[in-house]
């Protein structure tokens, strides 16, 4: 196939974003799932959207290709042109110029009869091979735009008549829609709003811009319109670890966001697995809306419930509750450590021992989720213990290897002592 920078299927150009970027790294002869060929069409595709952040690596393996995008000096998120490189057929590219020149204005208002036939004596008339365009493809077209609110139709007798809605004036929300463009959950929106201005002044920048989550918009758009009218989806979840898609209905229930690492998750109840799970959203694909879910609303109910025991994204309520507890020092002049328990301890609940300690405990459905978290506090942990023994022990031992890492040796119930001396 003939290379192009337009794209009929968004998922394709996903796919290999998500490799060159996400991923990562691969170079022509790694990536495997399709043809050298394809490999080639589809850099050089992202290169036509991407080229000043495109970069290469030359190793023993090849050519490796990926992205470098330092956040610190990019206002507005790069990845969104990929968004905006629709295909279409010159039909539809010459009906929808002219739809709009014939509808100028809101004061103008056509039937379909009207519309066809000035397409065809004031503007096809002219060519030596005339493009022909039906009163039904005329038809779905403002059907089509009438769903999208570019235009409206109003009913008088048996004539339906069309105009084009009024602009919306949004030139003195510039800064508004310049945040919600890289901080909002659907932001290539806001992306598409400012491309109606010739210029914008940058005002923001950010310390975290995750901007691969412009990879996910069309994806998170299905899913709140499913959740919005109480819908099942049906995807396809990719596993990273066996390359293995799997089709799975679902009940979609609440978007999830991270703030620690900005990774969105999708909390859903599986039909084909009869359980609640929670998917990431850069693993689903060929999402399609399904019928009507009666019991949506006891579904998210339940989930909202369990949201009370979950510390991250696992929700597996066939397994019973954790419980981790740990014992924090609080030394002299910290007692910004006690105000950052409180601040952090999502689900679980922190008790003031006395001046110098505090006691953080919680029921969470895997307790190994706050491992990361709990390394934090290394050096001030005067005791912990968890349910999950096994999670207990691997715990220690990460501990025990710090303690070798450090050349500091003895008994794992001295660490904290002498790690917070080093402190």
């Known amino acids: 196939m003939a290379y192009t920078e337009l794209i009929k299927n968004f998922e394709r150009i996903r796919d290999y974003m998500r490799e060159f970027y ?12 399709k043809s050298g060929r394809s490999y080639d069409n589809e850099r050089r595709r992202i290169e036509s959207y ?31 042109s990929v968004l905006k490189s629709k295909s279409f057929t010159d039909g539809d590219i010459t009906l929808h110029f002219i739809l709009f020149d014939i509808l100028h204005s809101p004061e103008v208002a056509l039937s379909l009869s009207n519309i066809t036939a000035k397409i065809d004596s004031e503007y096809l008339s002219s060519f030596s091979e005339p ?17 999208l609110g570019l235009v409206q139709c109003r009913k008088e007798g048996k004539k339906v008549f069309y105009s084009r809605n009024a602009d919306t004036d949004i030139s003195n929300l510039c800064d508004v ?19 109606k201005f010739s210029s914008i002044e940058d005002c923001f920048s950010f310390k975290h811009h995750y901007i691969t989550h412009a990879l996910e918009s069309e994806i998170l758009y299905k899913v709140f319109d499913a959740i919005s009218q109480k819908r099942t989806l049906t995807v396809t979840n990719t596993s990273r670890r066996t390359q293995n898609d799997r089709i799975e209905e679902i009940v979609p229930l609440k978007v999830l966001i991270s703030v620690q690492n900005g990774r969105r998750y999708l909390a859903a109840y599986s039909i084909s697995y009869k359980y609640y799970k929670v998917y990431r959203l850069d693993y689903l694909s060929d999402i ?3 019928e009507v879910y009666s019991a949506f609303d006891e579904k998210r109910e339940k989930f909202s419930l369990m949201q009370k025991n979950m510390w991250g994204v696992v929700c597996d309520e066939r397994r019973p509750l954790e419980h981790i507890e740990f014992t924090v020092h609080i030394g002299k002049d910290e007692e910004h450590i006690y105000r950052r328990l409180l601040r952090e301890k999502r689900c679980g609940t922190v008790e003031r021992i006395d001046e110098r300690t505090c006691r953080f405990s919680a029921d969470v459905y895997d307790s190994s989720e706050l491992n990361p978290w709990i390394r934090t506090f290394i050096g001030r942990i005067e005791n912990i213990e ?20 450090y050349g500091l040796g003895g008994e794992n119930n001295a660490l904290s002592r002498d790690l917070r001396l080093l402190l």
């Open 22 to 33: 996400v991923y990562g790294f691969k170079s022509r002869d790694e990536y495997d799932k």
């Open 50 to 80: 991407l080229a000043e952040y495109m970069g290469f690596r030359q190793s023993e393996k090849g050519k490796n290709v990926f992205l470098s995008i330092d956040s610190r000096s990019v206002s507005h998120n790069p990845l969104y």
């Open 131 to 147: 493009i022909v365009f039906d009163e039904s493809t005329v038809r779905k077209k403002l059907k089509e735009y009438v769903e």
């Open 177 to 195: 829609i310049s945040f919600f463009s890289e901080a909002g959950l659907c932001g290539v929106v806001g992306s598409f709003l400012l491309d």
């Open 288 to 290: 399609v809306m399904g």
């Open 386 to 405: 968890y349910s999950n023994k096994l999670y207990e022990n691997r715990f220690n031992m990460d501990l025990q290897d710090m303690y070798r890492l």
